[in-house]
């Protein structure tokens, strides 16, 4: 995977290799292992930075919606740990990156006419200080995936100098109604 990336608190170029190991142990229950190399060469306001990371990610998957895109009933559930090394510019860096999400749906009634859903997100770095950490391992908010009603990604730290980054911990908790009017 390539990328070149130009977000509105820095630009970078960047680069990952991996291979990915995924285990389906039943319809609902998906594990996956990675072993993965990721470069980042970002320009942001404190100046140029090179980031090299290599990394062992580990994750499961819980899915029982009844519809993938559409769900009205179910549960669905992501985590991963991703223990990683950093080097590159300055010295190197251990440390760990949990990222969690889980939704829930409810259909009261037989029609489904009416969808509860609600949604926890939640996310940390350990190890590195926030300017010792790529980039890409920041969490942002907003946009629809996270705070509707917000720029994408516009949600995250600002430092003396008003240099703005993602930050280093995440939550969000979030719950809607879904009407249906019509099939």
Known sequence: EIARL????????TATLGLTATQYLTDRLTL????????????????????????????AVWDSRDRPLDARKGSFA?????????FGDGDGDAGLRIRAEARGYLSPGAADRVTVAARLQAGAVF?????????????????????RGQPYQSLG????????LGGQAFLAASA????????
């Not at 992501?78 to 950093?86: A, L, Q």
């Not at 730290?157 to 703005?164: I, N």
């Open 6 to 13: 130009d977000e509105d608190d820095y630009t970078g170029n």
């Open 32 to 59: 996956r292992a990675a072993l993965r190399y990721d470069f980042e060469d970002v320009s942001d306001a404190t100046g140029d930075t090179t980031y090299r990371t290599v990394s062992l990610p580990l994750g």
């Open 78 to 86: 992501d985590v991963e740990i991703r223990p990683f090394f950093t």
């Open 127 to 147: 190890g590195p200080g926030l300017l010792q950490t790529p980039r890409g391992d920041l969490f942002y908010s907003g946009g629809g995936g996270t705070v």
């Open 157 to 164: 730290v600002t430092l003396p100098g008003d240099l703005e």
């Open 176 to 183: 809607e109604v879904r009407l249906r009017i019509t099939d």
